[in-house]
Structure formats: structure tokens, C-alpha cells
């Protein structure tokens, strides 16, 4: 092969390599924005399983798919006692 031609070979393919990213980058946030996933898809949904609150006292509130109540909840105090549904 010739110069000419390697050439040519390498800018059409960097042509065509530039034109799949660039079509990537505007293509995905098109698609994602139509498929209703992103914040939609966790509505209603708490995502918070475990928090703990500082001061004084401290205590941890537990709430578990596990539990037999779905309201039912734990809290743990900093020397180890549970009340609550634990």
C-alpha cells in the first residue's frame, strides 16, 4: 500500500471513530430522558435504611423490610438497649 492510501484508511476511520462518540454523547441523555428511569423509578420509595442522631443522647433508628409491621421500628440507644420493634 501506498502512503496516499494508509492515509486516507486513517482519516476515514477517524472520521467515523469521532462521528460514534459524538453521537454517544447526544444520543444517551435523548434515550435515558424518554425511557422514564432516573428518579421516576424510585417514587415513593425511601432509600434511608438506618440514621443516627447526635446530641446527649445518642440513639440509631432502625426500620427493616424484615420486620413484621412495615411501620415498625428499632431504636437503638448507645449503651446497647433496644426498644421498639427490635
Known sequence: MDSITEWGA????????????ALALIAA???ESR?????????GVDLMSTGSIGGATSYTIRRSVLQPSPDAICIIRSDGARSGDC
Open 29 to 31: 441523555p435523548l434515550l
Open 35 to 43: 425511557s422514564g428511569s432516573g428518579h421516576a423509578r424510585n417514587a
Open 10 to 21: 486513517l482519516r476515514i476511520t477517524l472520521l467515523f471513530g469521532a462521528a460514534a462518540v
